[in-house]
């Protein structure tokens, strides 16, 4: 098991690597624009636009800006500066980071608790009224962008434009101070957040239950006399939920790494997927850079722990 | 000013839509045109008057009522950020919203202030000597500095004029990109030799020779021709508010670039408390600053830009319908626009934005380096369908020529009818008879173009810059062009195409210039004068390439005319001579849509066209 790990973080820090350097061929040799000249204004003369590309490394040849990139961002953790605002971009990215967490832990602890609810329900139930209601409710979500269903969900239940003003409106994290108000401000986002997702997990886990529930260990776990209960949940379930946990691996990973985007955006919650869409929309090219790679590891990291838990899960997975 | 703002990003299309649909479900009308213009689009022919009379109906407080009182909290809905918050490199006219609050250059604009700049940090109006070519200011005395933004140790000692003179050096430092400085002090003695130093030593200031400090509270600026006029118009930018050198050398040293501005001193009624990039900046009252030390009442205790409102529909009608809100970044347009017009008409204004867009055509390459080609199609263009992809008659005047209204030579130029000797730009909804005629003098005998018909356009690839290419490749295919659409990003299509003489395709249809300040130069002279292409060959403004040595002339000596009368006079005669050279399809004169909460006093500075945040207050 020891070895195992220690070889999944090997080939996850060469995974950086490899991803590190398909960013810098991107962001560095084929920029979608000039760095130097979005630095330097629109009236900025040949002269000072030199002296920008000269202070920003970007004169010297490809190989030396490599090094330096590889160098900055392994060995000092240094993503560099915003052109947009000049800050270091690790800091903006620190900086958005908490109210991401914030977003992400409450979506997936609403999302799996419906998701795998309504996936249990409906496999138990399989083709009762329960069960084609929730799949059809689910399949409604799933289908809905979330860019619409927060929109929507802001034009009719928040306080400051909603028709039902029940939730707190746009850009009301930013402003809250206290626990109780954060939370408050994040309901719609989470609820928003969680409603394609949920509805994702609740198929894959009526999916996956059902497979589940026609295993010969179930079939004697009941034939034991063990309450149905008991056989669902302790033996079905156990089994059951292990392609949940490699989805939730990747989605908390890539969520943190700034695939939150839209509802941020939508909700004018100020993490990390916000950061990317300022910098996309102003050509930030530093910045985005450093949300990717950021974001890659983030799902490197994830990954590795899903490995990891699978062998906990599944007794039937051992590695060696 | 840098061209226009590329804040809108590539997401907000979908929004926008999604808005639409969101609204259209709240039982709204879900009609995107929302003005007149969409109605006269079709043909026919719309009068001066009839396009000019939206902007009257919204007009802006520009002076604050006397029954304005002190106090409250401002709170400002900002899609994105400032550019810099360095008021040494800070040219986006959203950031003077901040830098007129908190900022004292020497001169300054009071809001209904149009004709010339008014003493600020100067203690009165300049002298004037050696023919227009030596400027003395004398600023005011027991001028002190905010505490630091951010906090820690600040400065105590009083404004001297050294501070001015370092602000203006460190802005030709890589690391204080202001994009001005260059160009309206490009005859200031000594600026040559300053750029190469600071190309020696980048992270140090360098010592302007042209700039002189004979004593405390005087600075005198040496030129080497009597460009004066503009010079002072320049000096109301943030450029020239106070940096003291023993406080921001250390900062300023900084690489790759000054963090000055996260630890900024400002002089000004407020100064910069805090400042989060991309989440908020917070202003409050400067302590150090004597009520009365100039023309700003101040009547606000705290303002707090908060960004992130990328969905501008769902942003207006928060401040619409909320309390103690104005926009800072993002006018309200479409269905926004409407919704404001309709339903909150006291809480909408519109003010000419001291810009303009235009459709620039290549005239350096076939087929549009026949002036008549582009006579034809400045003729057959239908410049309210153009309009309409940004709002219509409400987002925007009709465009006759490139001064816009509020900037001297407007009049001189034609006003809102634009020169009537130029029948190609007589007609808002396009004449095909007389673009055919264009065509055939052209020599395309057929009134429309046979052969090899290929033209380029690279546009951007988001509305509304997206919608306004679509529109014109059609008006050109009716012309019989086959028109190549290449739509990329906005910065892409400045930096690798539009902006690059070498890569410049026939037709850029997403371009415009905003002023500086009320002057014809900050308005015509980059963009049309020939000059300046050959020195500007990946970063050129001048995206028609049009380089008439007869207008060229006329632009240099321009800036040279010291009589306000004379110079409009002057570049109002200027744009009719662009004009008749047809090197672009002038289509729109921007409004700033602004809206309000109903408690807001909002009161415009017809300088940047925006709220102005030292004499707007609340009920």
Known sequence: MFRYIVRRILWGIAMLFIVSAVIFLIFYILPSADPAVLRAGRNAGPQQIAAIRHVLGLDKPIYVQYLRYMRDVFLHFNFGYSYQYSVPVRQLIFNRLPATIWLVIGAVIIWLGIGISVGIISAVRRRSFVDRASMTTSLAFISAPVFWLGLVSLYLFAKDIGRFKIFDGQGSFAGAST???????????????????????????????????????????????????TVILRHGLRSAITPIVTLIGLDVGTLLAGNAILTETVFNIPGVGRLLYQAISQSDLTTIQGITLFGAFFIVFFNLVVDIAYAYLDPRVRYS | MRSRSRLFGVFLPGLLAVVSIGLAACGSSSNKSSSSGSSSSGGGSASSSAVSSEIAKFPPLVTAPASAKKGGDLTVLANGDVDYIDPGAAYYQPTYMIDLAVDSPL???????????????????????????????????????????????????????????????????????????????????????????????????????????????????????????GLIDALSLPVSAPVPAGYAAKYDAKTPTSTYGQHQLDVGPYYVQTYQAGKEIVLARNPNYTAGSDFRPAYLDKITVQEGFADENSAVRKILTGSGMINFDFDATGEALKLAAQQYPKQLTLTPGGGNRYIALNVTKPPFNNINTRKAVIAASDRLALLDTRGGLLSGGLATHFIPPGIPGYQQAGGAAGPSDLDYIQHPTGDMTLAESYMKKAGYSSGKCTGNCTVTMVSDNTPPGSNTAQVFKAQLTALGFNVQLHPVEHATMYTKFCSVVANEPNVCPNVGWVKDFNDGQAIIDVPFNGGTIAGSPTNNSNWPQLNDPAINSALESAKYITDPTQRAAEYGKIDDMIMAQAPAVPWDWDYETNVNSTNVIPVVNSFNSLDDLAFTSLK
């Open chain 2, 107 to 229: 001169m300054g604009w009071p809001p209904n202030d149009t004709a010339a700049p008014q003493p600020l940090l100067a203690a009165s109006a300049p002298t004037v000597t050696d023919g227009g070519k030596t400027i003395t200011f004398k600023i005011k005395p027991n001028i002190h500095y905010s505490p630091p933004t951010g906090g820690g140790p600040g400065w105590s000692k009083p404004v001297v004029s050294a501070d001015v003179k370092y602000a203006i050096e460190r802005s030709l430092m890589p690391g204080v990109p202001n994009g001005y400085t260059t160009l309206y002090f490009a005859d200031l003695v000594g600026l040559a030799q300053a750029q190469a130093a600071v190309k020696k030593t980048p992270t140090k200031a360098p010592n302007l020779t042209g700039i002189t400090t004979p004593d405390s509270s005087t600075i005198v600026f040496h030129l080497s021709k009597p460009s004066s006029i």
């Open chain 1, 179 to 229: 626990v109780f108000e954060k939370a408050g401000a994040m309901l719609l986002p989470w609820l928003v957040l969680a409603a394609a997702t949920a509805a994702i997990y609740a198929r894959y886990m009526r999916a996956s239950m059902i497979d589940t529930m026609g295993e010969d260990y179930i079939r004697t776990a009941r034939a034991k006399g063990l309450p149905e209960r």
